[in-house]
């Protein structure tokens, strides 16, 4: 057999094989786009029942690194008695949240959840998705249009320290 008769033979014996990881990709990452979705959907709409805050609802939902971030939160709160943050619910972009605001969701980009909380401002979720669900890896705010998006991860990892 020739080289060329060989190399096409082997391009089509493995193109079905590539085209099949590929196509099972492309599934597992459409599964995981719904699945973020759905997740912070679930996680406001728990919220809203149980009327909570973003802390508590967001310690279900949080991946390691994050849960890392609100331990250290904890651990100085313990030890200082005073909060190392701004007092504000990221969840709800306010102090005292009104679990009656209009919600809307999107997915923005790859690895985000976008939650435009009314007219106070957006709450962008980093998802993080394994076959054993979706997490939030970071929780970013912007409260008016064109603001700098903030990272609560690294906010509550620089104050707390």
Known sequence: MTRIKQYTRNLLISLPVAMTAVFSATVASAEYEAEKLETIKEMYEIAKTSEVGGAEVYANYASDSLMQAFEMFNDSFNETGQLCNEG??????????????????????????????????????????????????????????????????????????
Request: hydrophobic share 40%.
């Open 88 to 161: 504000m619910d990221t969840m709800w972009l306010s102090q005292d949240a009104d679990y009656s605001v209009p919600l809307e969701f999107d997915l923005e980009g790859e690895h985000m959840v976008k939650v435009t909380v009314g007219d106070l401002g957006v709450v962008n979720y980093k998802m993080v998705c394994s076959e054993l669900g979706c997490a939030i890896d970071d929780v970013f705010t912007q409260q008016q249009e064109g603001e700098s998006l903030t990272s609560l991860k690294r906010y509550l990892l620089r104050a707390c320290r």
